[in-house]
Nanobody, 119 residues
Framework: QVQLVESGGGLVQAGGSLRLSCAAS????????MGWYRQAPGKQRELVAR???????KYADSVKGRFSISRDNAKNTVYLQMNSLKPEDTAVYYC?????????????WGQGTQVTVSS
């Protein structure tokens, strides 16, 4: 079993910054794609950013130029640096990871961390 534990959420004023971290632990030999999703009240969960094991990244248009995703493969950790935060970035942010086994690739989710941006 694999666990994803997020940290770094909180309350920040518009224009401020936060850095989210997500550490994976448990039975695994490697991690494929890792990413961050978010879900605001009354809205569907949406992709924020993804990063491959090789470092290729993808961002939602709404966060391009403001957010940066990175990972430390030695620590099994993915980060999301969020700058120039806006009130519309307020949501629960979830970490996501794809863990390969001999046959399948399993998808795991963290428990979520709240990010609140005040105007």
């Amino acid at each position: 079993q694999v666990q994803l534990v997020e940290s770094g959420g909180g309350l920040v004023q518009a224009g401020g910054s936060l850095r989210l971290s997500c550490a994976a632990s448990g039975r695994m030999t490697s991690i494929n794609d890792m990413g961050w999703y978010r879900q605001a009240p009354g809205k569907q969960r949406e992709l924020v950013a993804r990063i491959s094991s090789g470092g290729s990244t993808k961002y939602a248009d709404s966060v391009k130029g403001r957010f940066s995703i990175s990972r430390d493969n030695a620590k099994n950790t993915v980060y999301l640096q969020m700058n120039s935060l806006k009130p519309e970035d307020t949501a629960v942010y979830y970490c996501n990871a794809f863990i390969p086994s001999a046959i399948y690739e399993y998808e795991y989710w963290g428990q979520g961390t709240q990010v609140t941006v005040s105007s």
